[in-house]
């Protein structure tokens, strides 16, 4: 999709993260997206919280779907391989590739037809698995690569550009991932990375299902007056209810913010997630309090953003199926192949 | 009574069960078989089971052969009807001067017995009410009392079911007790009441040899046990189900770390054939050895992975224990039916591999050397089993290993070969085999990275649409197959004793009746040279054996003849040249069905010439 190279210099004097990275080396291919595309802008804070972290390039496994969102991977991370896979199947293809190499961090970038309808059952099946993950969803109500097609996402009444009213009800993907169990759920906007830079930090760190829904407007098909995924709309009608620091290693800041405003949250590996609560009534620990609020709040035709659910103590896919420390891909024959002795065994077993 | 003389004959006869499906009978005719394995004489026993849980009909065959023919013999010399909805059809197929065995508790009209056949009654209920009175126990051991009265009437030694018995309830005295009173009640009941022994016997022999008795889906588990898959993702569909079920028990006993406990293996039901593939696919990608076993179904579903698989090339494997099709076609009935199915799975130009195993000893074999195809070739594998094989115990040869293998992991570019600088092209042709280099996710921090996708692109893993940087890339996957060809197991050939014009093809589940029938087919006067395919893509010596006869009959388990479709289209042969042999009906390929197709064919085949036929 890249027919331009892209120049590998950079100022020398280009900070470095504690790893000696410099944010060119989580930068991918140029991307082919459209100037001004949702899309790009969450690119941009997924290189942004992955040098935020520190995390070694190599070690990230960039899983994405088909369409317009899931070309993304190949324009960030471009030292991590990456699996532009089959439409709708993300999921299955990342839980396959998590049970080979627990050791990998697994970003899967979906999209809402990728997830909401063609892959519908893989998005809520990964989810209740408890893979460890982050999804991230680039929503933005339309199919683009196909040209302006109407997603399970797209609001009731809302219009498309070519005028067509939208008369199915939509799919909330953040109320289904609350539903179905994921242990941290957030929703972003694609043109607020402030707060969408710390939620994929703090998914990254999260063990267990991370699913981020980021509201990311489609410039060339879903950006016009009518449309409820518009930069204008979305602007609008954002209702954030917290934003987020994560702290690698360090103490919380909390000392910036009035007191009572911010809530410090422990997870697993020891970040630190300290959030500037926004709306005083909402607690992110709260499953069912979580649910209510959403759908209060979209009622009210009201977008609610920020980190919605996280559950700290959370385990994954391999701690129910119990699985060894050392990844699976590294065994070899002299750990899992039973051996002449014990055939001999079965054998006799079987006469 | 009957004016045919009874059957006579011993250890070479068929004995039907008719059950109800959900009474337990199951164990009690699976008992039945292995004593008669115990007496030293091989049994060949099939399941002929509905689509159901509980209440609809079910058979079991035992074919008593010292001969050792395995395959289904068609016929039944002695029926054990126990279900009363197939009573009209079940007495109906026992064959003249053959035994009907019944539960005479209640009396039954004439007009329901034939005056062919040797009626033997037995009032299984009263003894069985009589004894017990705990509905389930009565329904359990009724099946163990009429084994009990079979051992008497076909002179079987006690003892040796005895045996089993104390083998399959060690430690549970119970049991282990009121299973052998059972046994004696029938046994007694049967001295006592009846002329003992029948024209049906079972006579002590030595020919069951070391071969152990074992299902195919068990040993094809079992195969990706010691083939190192250690990712199993699958869903629920008949007649796969058993093969995660038993890669599931293996795991239990042989994959736990012995220090701390935990799995070598990650076993995920999948919420369909999407995701199961999906999963595999994704292991596979990341370097793991994952299977999934489905049916025809199944593979519809994942055929788009599938030709993700072949484009992208990643290795993986998929267990097809096929059935009766079309659609949901007959889920409970053998087939060998999706032949064409897999081999050109999914849209474009695909081909993929696809390994015939012929029995349980073959599946541990093919399975587990389905993981070094599908590595060192770095795509999809089918592993073509059926229901006859998967579901059926078969007796076959013991299983071996030899533990100096190592596994084939394939052209695996590491850190250290990138560091030295090798020059990595993921789609990169170095050996000429068509073989590339892959790297695992994660292996360096600056090199060997990629992207993979199903879209085109060139040698270098970069996107592109040029015609024909993509024409290059298809080339060099005909290469890889072309390499294919040598990698997979070869045909194994069987000549005549004399020479002859005319030849077999066959392969899988059909080889049993296949084995006999030569032997039918002999007598007959019809001399014939055997070729067992036992993958595709088909080796060159398949060509030269259709080459050199001047018939060759292709005989197999579907309407269309899918094998002998795919031997035209991939060798050019002139289809006038290969005969169609095909048995659909849902039940084995037997050996009298080969026999009479071929034979009846080479009868026509000898036309007397005119003027010799007038003098």
Redesign the interface.
Same mark, same amino acid.
């Given at each position: 999709m890249t027919y331009i190279a892209k120049p590998k210099f950079h100022h020398p004097s280009l900070k470095k993260n504690d790893l000696g990275y410099t944010h060119r080396d989580y930068e991918g291919k140029i991307s082919t997206l459209c100037a001004g595309c949702g899309h790009d802008s969450i690119t941009a804070s997924i290189i942004e919280a992955c040098y935020e972290l520190s995390i070694e390039p190599h070690r990230v496994a960039k899983i994405s779907g088909i369409g317009c969102s899931s070309k993304t991977p190949d324009y960030f991370l471009g030292n991590s391989h990456g699996f532009n896979s089959v439409h709708g199947r993300m999921p299955s293809v990342l839980t396959g590739a998590n049970l080979a190499n627990r050791d990998l961090i697994y970003l899967g970038v979906s999209g809402d037809g990728d997830s909401a309808s063609i892959g519908f059952g893989q998005f809520a099946h990964s989810i209740r698995r408890g893979v460890n993950m982050t999804y991230i969803v680039e929503n933005n109500g339309v199919y683009g690569l196909t040209k302006g097609q109407f997603s399970a996402t797209a609001d009731r009444g809302s219009k498309s550009k070519k005028g067509v009213t939208n008369t199915d009800n939509a799919i909330d993907l953040v109320a289904i991932a609350l539903q179905l169990g994921a242990t941290f759920v957030a929703r972003s906007f694609s043109g607020d990375k402030t707060q969408l830079v710390p939620l994929i930090a703090a998914a990254i760190r999260h063990k267990g299902a991370s699913f981020i829904d980021v509201i990311s407007p489609c410039i060339a098909f879903n950006n016009h007056a009518g449309s409820t995924k518009s930069f204008d709309y979305v602007r609008e009608h954002n209702d954030a209810v917290n934003r987020l620091d994560v702290l690698v290693g360090r103490d919380p800041i909390s000392v910036d913010y009035a007191p009572g405003t911010v809530q410090v949250v422990e997870q697993h590996d020891g970040t630190k997630l300290a959030l500037r609560k926004l709306d005083a009534d909402y607690d992110p620990h709260d499953r069912l309090g979580a649910q209510t609020f959403l759908a209060r709040h979209a009622a009210k035709g009201q977008i609610v953003t920020g980190l919605l659910y996280v559950d700290p103590e959370a385990d994954d896919l391999h701690t129910h199926l119990d699985t060894v420390e050392t990844p699976l891909n590294t065994l070899e024959a002299d750990t899992l192949c039973p051996g002449s002795a014990v055939l001999d065994k079965i054998n006799a077993s079987l006469r | 009574m009957s004016v045919q003389s009874p059957i006579s004959s011993v250890n070479d006869f068929v004995v039907r069960f008719a059950n109800v499906n959900g009474s337990g009978s199951a164990s009690a005719n699976e008992l039945f078989a292995r004593s008669i394995?115990r007496h030293g004489v091989p049994v060949s026993p099939r399941n002929i089971f509905p689509s159901n849980i509980q209440g609809l009909p079910t058979w079991y065959e035992v074919r008593v052969t010292e001969a050792g023919h395995l395959g289904a013999r068609g016929g039944v010399d002695m029926m054990v009807a126990m279900n009363p909805q197939t009573w009209d059809k079940d007495v109906a197929g026992i064959e003249p001067g053959g035994y009907l065995f019944y539960d005479s508790t209640k009396p039954m009209p004439t007009s329901k017995f034939r005056e062919d056949i040797n009626v033997i009654g037995v009032p299984l209920t009263a003894i069985t009410n009589s004894t017990y009175t705990d509905p389930r126990q009565r329904q359990l051991f009724k099946n163990i009392i009429y084994l009990g009265a079979l051992s008497a009437l076909l002179d079987m030694d006690p003892k040796v079911i005895e045996q089993l018995i104390g083998e399959q309830y060690k430690g549970k005295e119970k049991l282990l007790s009121s299973n052998v009173h059972a046994l004696h009640l029938g046994r007694d009941w049967a001295l006592q009441n009846l002329k003992c022994p029948i024209g049906l016997r079972v006579k002590k022999s030595d020919k #069951?040899g !070391?071969?152990?008795? $074992?299902e195919g889906n068990s040993a094809a588990a %079992?195969g990706a #046990? *010691?083939g190192?898959a @250690?990712?199993c993702?699958w869903y629920p569909i008949t007649p796969s189900s058993s093969v995660a079920e038993a890669f599931t028990a293996h795991c239990k006993k042989?994959?736990h !770390?012995p220090e701390?406990?935990?799995?070598?293996?990650?076993?995920?039901q999948?919420?369909?054939e999407?995701?199961? $593939?999906? $999963? #595999?696919?994704?292991?596979?990608?990341?370097?793991?050895r994952?299977f999934t076993a489905t049916s025809g179904p199944g593979v519809s579903l994942m055929t788009?992975?599938i030709g %993700?698989s072949y484009f992208a090339e990643i290795p993986a494997v998929i267990m097809n224990i096929q059935r009766a099709g079309p659609s949901t076609g007959m889920p409970t009935r053998t087939q060998q039916c999706d032949i064409i199915a897999c081999a050109y799975a999914s849209h474009g130009d695909t081909k993929h591999i696809l390994l015939f195993p012929e029995d349980p000893a073959e599946a541990f074999e093919f399975a587990a050397q389905s993981f070094d195809l599908a590595e060192r070739l770095q795509t999809m594998i089918f592993l073509m089993l059926d229901l006859d094989i998967g579901m059926n115990h078969r007796l076959s040869r013991? %299983?071996?290993?030899?533990?100096a293998?190592?596994?084939d992991r394939g052209k695996v570019m590491t850190a250290d070969m990138l560091e030295e600088g090798r020059d990595f092209g993921r789609y990169l042709d170095v050996d000429g085999d068509g073989i590339p280099y892959r =790297?695992?996710?994660? @292996?360096?921090? =600056?090199k060997g990275?990629?992207? @993979?996708?199903?879209?085109s692109r060139d040698r270098y893993a970069r *996107?592109s649409e040029e015609g024909a940087v993509y024409a290059d890339n298809m080339q060099r996957l005909v290469r890889k197959f072309e390499t294919a060809q040598d990698l997979v197991p070869r045909p194994l050939q069987a000549n005549a004793e004399r020479p002859t014009k005319y030849g077999v093809i066959y392969f899988g589940s059909t080889s049993p009746a296949m084995d006999e029938a030569i032997g039918l087919l002999e007598a007959r006067g019809h001399l014939l040279d055997r070729m067992r395919i036992r993958a595709f893509p088909f080796h060159s010596s398949v060509a030269s054996f259709i080459a050199d006869h001047d018939f060759v009959y292709v005989v197999e388990q579907n309407r269309d003849a899918q094998l002998r479709q795919l031997i035209v289209n991939e060798n050019g042969i002139d289809p006038v040249r290969l005969v169609p042999i095909l048995h659909y009906d849902g039940t084995p390929i037997t050996a009298r069905f080969i026999a009479n197709s071929i034979g009846d064919h080479q009868d026509h085949l000898k036309v007397t010439p005119l003027r010799k036929a007038v003098s």
């Open positions: - | 394995l #069951v !070391d071969r152990i008795f $074992i %079992l #046990v *010691y190192g @250690t990712v993702a042989y994959r !770390d701390t406990g935990k799995a070598k293996y990650a076993i995920v999948g919420e369909d999407l995701a199961s $593939i999906g $999963i #595999v696919i994704g292991a596979s990608w990341n370097g793991a994952a788009e992975f %993700l013991p %299983l071996k290993w030899d533990d293998r190592q596994y =790297t695992y996710p994660g @292996t360096h921090p =600056t990275s990629y992207f @993979t996708r199903g879209t *996107y």
